[in-house]
Nanobody
Framework: QLQLVESGGGLVQPGGSLRLSCAASGLAFDEYAVGWFRQAPGKEREGVSCLARTGRGTNYADSVKTRFTISRDSTKNTVYLQMNSLNPEDTAVYYC???????????WGQGTQVTVSS
């Protein structure tokens, strides 16, 4: 069973940066593609970024493109989401999730709160 734990959220001023971490334990993390999702109050959960199992393919939501960067450190079984130029619209609970090749995102972390406010 794959277990995911997010960390790195917090309160940041507009224009600031945060780096979220998604640490995995259990099964071989490199066999999984990993995605970051977020859910703001009163809104549906949306996909933010995804990193392929190989670590070479990435994609981003239009709203975060050029500001967020997803990466993986296989030696630490951790995936990161570097978030720059944050604005209040980025306020949400951020979740990481993992899926095997051809599967759905079946493994989820508990989420970490990101609040962008002055």
């Amino acid at each position: 069973q794959l277990q995911l734990v997010e960390s790195g959220g917090g309160l940041v001023q507009p224009g600031g940066s945060l780096r979220l971490s998604c640490a995995a334990s259990g099964l071989a993390f490199d066999e999984y593609a990993v995605g970051w999702f977020r859910q703001a109050p009163g809104k549906e959960r949306e996909g933010v970024s995804c990193l392929a199992r190989t670590g070479r393919g990435t994609n981003y939501a239009d709203s975060v493109k050029t500001r967020f960067t997803i990466s993986r450190d296989s030696t630490k079984n951790t995936v990161y989401l570097q978030m720059n130029s944050l604005n209040p619209e980025d306020t949400a609970v951020y979740y990481c999730a993992a899926r095997r090749r051809g599967g759905t995102f079946a493994y989820w972390g508990q989420g970490t709160q990101v609040t962008v406010s002055s």
